[in-house]
C-alpha cells in the first residue's frame, strides 16, 4: 500500500514522502511533480549501482528527456568535496543547467553529497531523494540537511536544501546487510527516545518482526520515523532550537566516527552517544538506571554495538570539543528528561562527559 506524508514549510505543503514497495511509482510521481520535461542526473554509489541503477535509469527514462549517471565508490570515506568536485565536472561537461534535476539513490551518503552538490551548483537545482537504507529512509532523506566532510570533520560543509521528492521503495531493505540495518535501527530508536515512548516500547515488541524485515511492519516503522522527523523539521527547518533534538547521540556519537577514522557505521555511533547521553541524564537524576540498562538492552538487542574499545576518554572529549556541536564556546548537548522527552542541555560538564564515555567503554556486551 502507498504511504505518503507531505512536508510543510511556513504552513505551505513542499514535498511529499512517498513511501512504495518497488519503484514503479517513481516515474508518475516525477511526471506529477512537471519535473519530466528535465534532464536528470541520477547520482548513485558503486554498491547501489551495480544492485538497481539499470532499473530505475529504465523507468526515469520513461519521464525524463535525458538520463545522466554519476557512480562514485561507496563509503562514508567519499563523503567529501573530491566527489562533489568530480560531480560539478561530470554536470558541467553533460551542459546541466539550473532547469534539471538531480537524484540521489542511495543510503544517506549518497543524499547527503547530492544535496550539497544540488544545493551548490548554479546556487541550486532541485532534487529528489530515493533512499535505499534503513538510516536513509527513516532519517536522512527527510529534512534537508545536505553536506560533506572534510579533513575528517564530520559533515563541515554543508546546505539546508530541501528535495522535491522523497521516494523510498521499501524493498531495497531486503538487499541490506544486517550491520546496515542495526545502523539503520540506531537512529530509528533514537526516534523513540527523543520524542515518543510508546513507539519505542512497539520497537522493543516487535523486534523479531523486524529483524525479520517483516514488509508491514517495517513499513510502519518507516511511517513512524518519518513521521517524528517530518514533524520535527517542520516546526524548525534550519535547527535554531527543536531540531537540535535529532541530534540525540551525535554529541559524543560523532566523536567516536570521527576518532575510529569513520570505520564505525553512522548510526552504530549514535547508538553508543544515545547510551551515553542516558548515562549522562540517569547521573542527574532526570532518568533511571533501570532505564539506561533497559536502553543499552535495546541497542544490544537489535544489534548496535553499546562499547568502544581502543580510545580514551579523553581524546573524545577532545574531539567533541573541536566539532560544531560548539556554540559560542559551549558544547551542546542533548539529554533526556524522560523517555520519549528530549531537551537541548548547554551545561554539560567534561566530568559529565567523562562519566557518559565510561560507561560506553567500560561495559562489555
Ligand atoms: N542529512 C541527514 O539528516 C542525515 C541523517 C542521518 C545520517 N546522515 C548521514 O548518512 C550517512 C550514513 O548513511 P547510510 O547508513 O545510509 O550509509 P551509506 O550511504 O554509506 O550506505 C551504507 C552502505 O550500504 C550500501 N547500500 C545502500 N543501499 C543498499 C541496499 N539497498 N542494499 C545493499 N547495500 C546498500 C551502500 O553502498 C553503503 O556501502 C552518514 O554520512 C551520516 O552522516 C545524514
Ligand atoms: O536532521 C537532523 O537535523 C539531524 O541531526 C539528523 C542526524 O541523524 C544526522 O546525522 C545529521 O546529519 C547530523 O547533523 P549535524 O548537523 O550534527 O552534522
Ligand atoms: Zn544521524
Redesign the pocket.
Known amino acids: 500500500m502507498t504511504q505518503r506524508l507531505t512536508v510543510h514549510r511556513d504552513g505551505e505543503a513542499i514535498y511529499d514522502i512517498v513511501m512504495e514497495p518497488d519503484f514503479n511509482g517513481l516515474g508518475p510521481e516525477v511526471e506529477k511533480l512537471g519535473l519530466s520535461e528535465r534532464k536528470i542526473c541520477l547520482v548513485t554509489d558503486s554498491n547501489v549501482a551495480a544492485l538497481y541503477l539499470d532499473e530505475v535509469a529504465t523507468i526515469l527514462s520513461k519521464c525524463c528527456k535525458t538520463v545522466l549517471t554519476f557512480v562514485f565508490p561507496a563509503g562514508e570515506e567519499h563523503k567529501n568535496l573530491d566527489t562533489v568536485r568530480s560531480l560539478y565536472e561530470h554536470l558541467i561537461l553533460n551542459h546541466f543547467d539550473r532547469k534539471d534535476l538531480m537524484a540521489a539513490l542511495g543510503g544517506g551518503v549518497v543524499g547527503d553529497l547530492c544535496g550539497f552538490a544540488a544545493a551548490t551548483y548554479l546556487r541550486g537545482v532541485d532534487f529528489i531523494q530515493i533512499p535505499t537504507t534503513l538510516l536513509s529512509q527513516v532519517?536522512?532523506s527527510v529534512?534537508g540537511?545536505t553536506g560533506v566532510d572534510f579533513d575528517a570533520y564530520?559533515?563541515m560543509v554543508g546546505a539546508f536544501h530541501m528535495p522535491r521528492l522523497v521516494y523510498t521503495n521499501l524493498a531495497t531493505l531486503k538487499t541490506l546487510d544486517g550491520e546496515q540495518f542495526s545502523s539503520g535501527m540506531g537512529?530509528v530508536i533514537k526516534h523513540g527516545l527523543i520524542k515518543n515512548r510508546e513507539y519505542y516500547g512497539w520497537l522493543k515488541e516487535n523486534r523479531d518482526r523486524i529483524l525479520a524485515r517483516d514488509p508491514s511492519v517495517c513499513e510502519e516503522m518507516v511511517l513512524e520515523s518519518n513521521r517524528i522527523k517530518r514533524d520535527v523539521v517542520e516546526q524548525d527547518p534550519t535547527?535554531q532550537g527543536e531540531?537540535a533534538l535529532?541530534?540525540f547521540g551525535?554529541t559524543l556519537g560523532?566523536a567516536v566516527e570521527k576518532l575510529k577514522d569513520f570505520s564505525m557505521f553512522?548510526g552504530h555511533c549514535v547508538g553508543v552517544g544515545c547510551v551515553a547521553a542516558a548515562k549522562i541524564s540517569a547521573r542527574r537524576g532526570l532518568i533511571s538506571e533501570e532505564e539506561v540498562r533497559d536502553i543499552r538492552d535495546t541497542m544490544l538487542q537489535f544489534s548496535i554495538p553499546v562499547a568502544v574499545d581502543g580510545l580514551e576518554t579523553g581524546e573524545v572529549i577532545r574531539a567533541t570539543l573541536n566539532d560544531k556541536k560548539m556554540d559560542a564556546g559551549v558544547v551542546k548537548f542533548v539529554l533526556l528528561n524522560e523517555i520519549g522527552k528530549a531537551y537541548v542541555d548547554r551545561t554539560v560538564t567534561e566530568a559529565e562527559m567523562k562519566a557518559g564515555l565510561e560507561y560506553i567503554m567500560e561495559t562489555k556486551e
Open positions: 532519517d536522512s529534512g540537511k564530520k559533515n537512529e535547527e531540531r535529532l541530534n551525535h560523532h553512522h
